[in-house]
């Protein structure tokens, strides 16, 4: 229920109900009354990497991807099984810098994070396969050696995001558990509720996560963008080359974030 003070139409008092503001009716024990606030459009026009692009800031929010301790820091698990994670620390530094513009223009920043249960019931075999495909070794849910840490378990050290992207208070988490965040999570709901129609896309890994749940977000009607300099991936550099074409050919637009910052500033 929003706690924004009710409105009189006639002799009676209506309230809001609804978990945003941008997505509500106002309704009192006789009336519904279901037109939505108008949304001011708010437009911006950036330079992508094919043509010059307006979107609306006003239904604009940012999915940053991954970008967890697991992911990314020196003594995660990637590390741990013999990755170099210095390419997956690269979105860190220009999204210190385009975070809190987005933030001060009131764009909803939604971090989407890999979050198991601690009993693993939201892992198939299938899953669990691609990241232990021998049964041995660590994989997800497991313990660390040395550290103990559950490889991604939601709440722990693992699955946080690293320290130097610390959240606001108003940003959003939404955990997920399969390569592309619309499966099985409340993502699409969240941004329908936020009246989000254009989503950029940051975090790692480039050609897995941030790709497959950009594809899902094409599938379902949003506007894409993929921040090119805030997206990165251990695999090799033809995974990276793949992955922004085939974004420029088939599924939104490229973009690098200075040229959203500087519209922004």
């Known amino acids: ?64 991807i991954d970008m967890q301790n697991d992911f990314c820091h020196p003594e995660g698990w990637l590390s741990h099984i013999g990755v170099d994670v210095t390419p997956a620390r690269k979105p860190i530094v220009p999204l210190q810098r385009l975070l809190p513009a987005l933030r001060g223009q009131g764009v909803p920043v939604i971090w989407l994070n890999w979050g198991n249960r601690p009993d693993r019931l939201n892992l198939s075999p299938a899953l669990l396969h691609v990241y232990k495909p021998s049964g041995a070794g660590v994989g997800l849910g497991d313990a660390l050696p040395g550290s103990g840490a559950k490889v991604l378990e939601r709440g722990s050290w693992s699955a946080a995001i690293v320290e130097e992207l610390a959240p606001g208070p108003s ?64 695999s090799p550099d033809y995974c990276m080359s ?22 922004l500033s």
């Open 1 to 64: 229920m929003d706690d924004r003070p009710g409105r009189k139409q006639g002799d009676e008092r209506l309230w809001p109900l609804g978990s945003s503001e941008r997505n509500r009716w106002m309704v009192s024990e006789r009336t519904a009354d279901l037109v939505r606030p108008p949304i001011e459009p708010r437009p911006l026009t950036v330079q992508t990497d094919g043509k010059e692009v307006t979107l609306d800031l006003s239904r604009t929010a940012i999915v940053i």
């Open 171 to 234: 940003d959003i988490h939404v955990a997920k558990y399969r390569m592309s965040g619309f499966q099985d999570t409340e993502l699409d709901s969240i941004l329908r509720n936020l009246a989000v129609t254009t989503v950029l896309f940051a975090g790692v890994n480039a050609d897995q996560c941030v790709l497959c749940t950009l594809q899902d977000a094409n599938f379902r009607g949003y506007d894409c963008l993929l921040l090119e300099d805030c997206v990165a991936t251990t």
């Open 242 to 263: 793949a992955t922004l074409y085939n974004v420029r050919q088939c599924f939104g637009f490229v973009v690098r974030s200075e040229a959203v910052t500087s519209q």
